[in-house]
T-cell receptor, first 114, second 114 residues
Framework: GEDVEQSLFLSVREGDSSVINCTYTDSSSTYLYWYKQEPGAGLQLLTYIFSNMDMKQDQRLTVLLNKKDKHLSLRIADTQTGDSAIYFCAEIGATLQGAQKLVFGQGTRLTINP | DSGVTQTPKHLITATGQRVTLRCSPRSGDLSVYWYQQSLDQGLQFLIQYYNGEERAKGNILERFSAQQFPDLHSELNLSSLELGDSALYFC?????????????FGSGTRLTVV
């Protein structure tokens, strides 16, 4: 079945770049997603990348996709205290009924040091 | 405000009891997904409804059930509650049933079973 793996913790200094990594197993995933969860809140869709793309940039966010290695990364430039959150990588997976669902990694808790 | 409304935000109940969690999807979205987030299991897909019909089932216990009503709001019923059912329960919605447009999440219901 599908499996999405992420490291659990990342700590960076304010102003530095943060790079959050993710590996996934389903090579047929058409879309891959990054979600952000702030304390006490739900998951917010940050960005996504289509599987035929290598890179997508959106302001301070850069997503890199290596399909051969099934590796996805999210780079946050000039990390700010407001970026402190848990970041989830997700891929499209199939249910037993053949429907599609999002399969999430365990989430990476990003901590910003002043 | 994501547009997905979940009530209540917090719920404390005793073991053996039954509770109902409610979700109103974003306007125009036909599909509703329920996820359980616990510390040790991460985000687990429970069940999906599309336009009133069950579309897919995930790791949902037999003690749990859900439904989607004609006005598209959904309810998740949890019965014979156990301590291990304590978790955050998220509802998400999407316009189509495939999830390819990404999901919009509510802010969750925190269930504590004592």
């Amino acid at each position: 079945g599908e499996d999405v793996e992420q490291s659990l913790f990342l700590s960076v200094r304010e102003g530095d770049s943060s790079v959050i990594n993710c590996t996934y197993t389903d090579s047929s995933s058409t879309y891959l997603y990054w979600y952000k969860q702030e304390p006490g809140a739900g998951l917010q869709l940050l960005t996504y990348i289509f599987s035929n793309m290598d890179m997508k940039q959106d302001q301070r966010l850069t997503v890199l996709l290596n399909k051969k290695d099934k590796h996805l990364s999210l780079r946050i430039a000039d990390t700010q205290t407001g970026d402190s959150a848990i970041y989830f990588c997700a891929e499209i997976g199939a249910t037993l009924q053949g429907a599609q669902k999002l399969v999430f990694g365990q989430g990476t808790r990003l901590t910003i040091n002043p | 405000d994501s547009g997905v409304t979940q009530t209540p935000k917090h719920l404390i109940t005793a073991t053996g009891q039954r509770v109902t969690l409610r979700c109103s999807p974003r306007s125009g979205d036909l599909s509703v997904y329920w996820y359980q987030q616990s510390l040790d299991q991460g985000l687990q897909f429970l069940i999906q409804y599309y336009n009133g019909e069950e579309r897919a089932k995930g790791n949902i216990l037999e003690r749990f059930s859900a439904q989607q009503f004609p006005d598209l709001h959904s309810e998740l019923n949890l019965s014979s509650l156990e301590l291990g059912d304590s978790a955050l329960y998220f509802c998400a919605s999407s316009a189509v049933g495939t999830g390819l447009d990404g999901y919009t999440f509510g802010s969750g219901t925190r269930l504590t079973v004592v």
